[in-house]
């Protein structure tokens, strides 16, 4: 069993749709990425939690430890939106991170 | 703006070809890793390094090594390319964890 899951592991929605990625982790953590990967680009980190919520603009993310679950919103979702999301956790003691295997979602105009 | 640079975006290199894909960044950070990832599997750690001419194994470090001379580049050596090497490369950098990670474009690397 991976120690970072994801899901759903695709979806697909319309423009303007409430979209929720969550995340489960199994390990203990110093902290929890969100990370955001276009077709063919690089790596971008979007957050970085370790309690609560945080938001940017249509993105909120956040994080329950007690039960090792995060979640990723996005509020009126647009096609620019399309993009893999990435789970990662920084695992208390360690020096790396572990991933996710990843969001594929698409909106659709 | 932190920079990772990555030598190549595209690669194609032959069975058992000697590869280098190369990574500097510009924001004096300690650490630098090496993933790959491929569909299904996500990002795997293949090295990381925590300062100059230090490297640790990452998850999968067979069939791999690295290099890291000067603080702000880091390499990573495909001694005897194979194809089941072919993937996407990916570079971070990071100032100290568990901080923000900084990731180059990328190197798609097909060994034929």
């Known amino acids: 069993k991976n120690e970072v899951e994801q899901s759903p592991q695709n979806l697909t929605a319309q423009e303007g749709e409430f979209i929720t990625i969550n995340c489960s982790y199994s390990?203990?953590?110093?902290?929890l990425h969100w990370l955001q990967q276009h077709p063919g680009g690089g790596i971008v980190s979007l957050f970085m939690?370790?309690?609560g919520k945080k938001k940017h603009g249509r993105l909120i993310a956040t994080i329950n430890i007690q039960e090792k679950h995060s979640s990723l919103h996005i509020t009126a979702s647009h096609p620019r939106d399309s993009a893999v999301y990435i789970c990662?956790?920084?695992?208390?003691?360690?020096?790396?991170?572990?991933f996710g295997q990843g969001t594929r979602l698409t909106i659709n105009p | 703006d932190v920079k990772v640079t990555q030598s190549s975006r595209y690669l194609v290199k032959r069975t058992g070809e000697k590869v280098f894909l190369e990574c500097v960044q510009d924001?004096?950070?300690?650490?630098m890793f090496w993933y790959r990832q491929d569909p299904g599997l996500g990002l795997r750690l293949i090295y990381f390094s925590y300062d100059v001419k230090m490297k640790e194994k990452g998850d999968i470090p067979e069939g791999y090594s690295v290099s890291r001379e000067k603080k702000e580049r880091f390499s990573l050596i495909l001694e005897s390319a194979s194809t089941n090497q072919t993937s996407m490369y990916l570079c971070?950098?990071?100032?100290?964890?568990?901080?923000?990670?900084?990731f180059g474009p990328g190197t798609r690397l097909t060994v034929t």
């Open positions: 390990v203990g953590i110093s902290a």
């Open positions: 939690l370790s309690s």
């Open positions: 971070a950098s990071l100032k100290q964890g568990p901080g923000e990670q900084y």
């Open positions: 990662a956790v920084w695992i208390q003691g360690a020096q790396k991170l572990v």
């Open positions: 924001m004096d950070h300690e650490n």
